[in-house]
């Protein structure tokens, strides 16, 4: 934890000096606004604890480390006006606070800051900046599918789980990338990286879904039942198609579809004792921890100390923790 703890704060440091606003300060506000919330800072952490683990200067990673801070932010701040969130982190969102307009634009100049930060890298930073540019089109492609997810009702388990690996998997996985890069480590130890990134990001969003239906909205950061409201085609949701009775089946098809006008509150609490009559929250569980044994299985093959293998391990353990 000691060292977690020393690049959390060289983290924080490094970014109270970056330089992320600018005239004019109203297109810069909302930057900052969203960027200097504290937040898990997983990404980054993530980026720092991989320099570190491949034996790297954890200094030569910071901003690629920003980068994907910056990049990730970026998207937030879109996915709040798709979802038409009014919550992140307990605070408004960007769009509530400073409408739809400036959200977008705010949130356009961050991805460009995000690119140009990767380019500060000072190891190889082409293939910083080339990881963002391809994470970039993964995380596209993942919203697409989540976008029309909400309007089909034969979603599939598999299906969902590809759009979870595209739109949120495959960002922490470059950033554990983009740290391997900063230590010039081998390429099957990036490969190896990379899986346990994805891995431990599927295991990280299914745990994401679980907490937006069961969670403490004070500890999450985001009004609970927000996938339920926006009809969201969630692992919970498919895993209670798989499993339910016919008659149940067709409550949540109703619910879902809109054939089944209720209030917020209603809507959410039938949906959650729907979900509670074939134990989704226990089934979720059990697929979150398949997930979390595959990543260590790769982590178990990457070459480099225990040690600094134990710092992500313990990490992304306490990650995964959270209040349930």
Known sequence: MEQITKLSNDFNEFIKHAKLNGEPSCLY??????????????RPMLCLLACDLFGGNTNNALYPALALETFHNFTLIHDDIMDNASVRRSKPTVFKKWGGNQ???SGDVMFAKAVELALKSPVNPAETARLIAKVSIEVCEGQQF??????????????????I????????????????????TSETNRQLIYEYGINIGLAFQLQDDL???????????????????????????LKAIETANDADKTALFDIFSGKKILDNNTKIA????????????GQTEETIQKYYNKAHSFMDNIDAPKDKKANILNYAEMLLKREK
């Open 103 to 105: 959200a977008i634009l």
């Open 165 to 184: 690996r595209l739109k949120t998997a495959v960002l922490l996985a470059t950033a554990l990338d983009a740290g391997a890069v900063c230590a010039n």
């Open 211 to 237: 907490l937006d239906c069961y969670g403490n909205q004070e500890v999450f950061g985001k009004a609970i039942g927000g996938d339920i409201i926006e009809n969201k085609k969630t692992f919970l949701y």
């Open 29 to 42: 506000e909302p930057v900052t606004y969203t960027i200097m919330q504290s937040g898990k800072r997983l």
């Open 146 to 163: 989540d976008l029309e997810f909400e309007k089909r009702n034969d979603v599939s388990v598999d299906e969902y789980i590809n759009m």
């Open 270 to 281: 039938k949906v959650k004792a729907l979900y509670d009559k074939v134990d989704v929250k």
